[in-house]
């Protein structure tokens, strides 16, 4: 992995400014469009595309107008950084979609429906305290450990291109706008009546044996090529665990029905993959202690004036924020005080471990992080579903806003932007992303529903996943098959051993990878099945060029994630406002 211009060779060597009144206000607007449009994306697709690099474009197209040919990559990445963390505040819809899910079960006897103001408030205080509990982690993730948090490289590498200068940039410019250009014309050709869908490919012989396809997507293709080999072929490794031996082993052990669906397997599964990845980015970051204890003692001793968000105001912020979000669940939502601060403390371990499954995987665990926390209060609050539901929620916005955070600041660590400059900005966006969504998805909700035996509505799977572990959970804990807490347990030993056997450079090219395995046993199957491909494309491409094949590879990946990316946010924005009509509507 490459760093900033140094990467591009002919890359400008002016940096340009970086806070301006124009840089702001452009960084505000592209939240607001991006927290705007975000949801429907998510409620769609079940996922959430990139929306850095497509933030981080929208932003350079604006300011590139008024610069008169001047370096803009700083000031656009403030626009990137707003986007970003306003669209991971939006991804909460999949939380409130769940609330709406639940409410409308008389099975479950709850009402969860939150009003926009409540919506703002809960949104606004759980995420500024994921966005501050993440800002000390910017040294350990990005400079001493060099994840490569492929969404924030692409942004990275879209604005380094777009601002290159001399003729060593020719072939960067064109492998990116080649890409993007391929994938934005591929996404509008899988499209359904206006609304962004996946076609599946089948793989013949692979898919026949298994029942897996291959997602015909140029982003997952791409994310593929940034990830690598081995991380990818871990995922592959977990996809084949999940979706080709888990079902026999569940039917012929009695534990499922033969030919059971889907959501059932999954519901097994996540319990030995969540505890893999947990248990091996605890472990990794319990072998790293020193660097984490010498980062935040340097972080300690920051003036004002320094690069990095000084820890002291991260310390005052985070306790105003987190007595807010106690305050906003307690008067507003009902939750006890003392559930509240349990879901903070328990959240923290869990956002390290999701920071680090992200790096390196390009896919936040944040449903699977928010299961566990149901789980935990499964324990704590049996039966309560809303107690597991609030916690959840709690888990999935400090999830998502870290998330968030670090692939800004490696975006930003490549164009040469300031720690503390992007951090403002994300703090700024947060509320403008909760509001944006408070008005958004009822929108959204009343116009298409959520039920998913209705042709057209935004089923959330994500969504499903939540409310039906939810109703297991109210159950009590003894509804859960005492197997996958069996699976659970043998999943933490390898996952410790794994990560420790990781560390000597000798044998982790062949050591199986925690984070790897576990999330490809939970992401979409064909998803997981192309990025693989995308990383063996990679591997063969640097493997047979004779030239640096970083100046074309690299940011011919960050333009297939863009434009597949930049046709999922555009099309759904254009439905909202009236300019495009869904078929059939």
Known sequence: MRDGEAALGGA??????????????VALLVAVVIGSSYPYVVLKLGFGPNIAVVSAFFGWLALSVVSRGASVKREANLAQSAGTIAGQTAFLCTVLAAFDMLSQDPSVGIDLRLSKLQTFLWLTTAGVLGVLLAVPLRRHY??????????????????????????????????????????????????RKWMVDELP????????????????????????????????????AGLLISWVLAPVFLADAGILAEGARKTDVLLWVMWPATGMMIAGGLTALFLKWSTLVATFRQLSGARVDSEDFPLRWVIVGSCVSAVALVLVQYFSLGLPIWETVLAIVFTIPLMLVGLRVFGETNWGPISALSNVMQGVFGVISPGSVQSNMLASGVTGSIAA???????????????????RVITWIQLFAVPIGALALAFAYPLLRDTYGLDPEVKGALSSPIS???????????????????????????AVVLGVVFTVLEQKKSLRTWVPSPTGIGIGMLVPASAVATMFLGAV????????????????????ASGLIAGEALIAIVLPLLIALGVLAVAGA
């Open 12 to 25: 400008s060597t002016v940096q340009g400014r970086e806070l301006s009144v124009r840089a702001v206000v």
């Open 142 to 191: 990005i400079v001493d450990e060099k994840l490569p948090y492929p969404d924030g490289f692409a942004a990275g590498e879209t604005l380094l291109v777009l601002d290159a200068r001399g003729a060593e940039a020719t072939l960067a410019v064109r492998a990116l706008i080649g890409g993007l250009i391929a994938s934005a014309v591929l996404a509008l050709a899988t499209m």
């Open 201 to 236: 490919i089948k793989l013949n012989a692979f898919s026949e044996v298994t029942g897996v396809g291959c997602a015909l997507s140029f982003l997952s293709l791409g994310s593929g090529m940034l990830i690598g080999i081995r991380i990818c072929a871990n995922m592959f």
């Open 401 to 419: 806003e870290s998330e968030g955070v670090m692939q800004c600041y490696k975006t930003g660590e490549m164009v040469g932007s300031t720690p």
């Open 464 to 490: 499903q996943k939540w409310v039906g572990f939810a109703k297991l959970l109210s159950k009590g804990t003894d509804a859960l098959h005492p197997s996958a807490l069996w699976a659970l347990g043998i």
């Open 537 to 556: 494309i990679d591997f063969v491409a640097r493997k047979s060029s004779t030239k640096n094949p970083d100046g074309w590879i690299l940011p011919l």
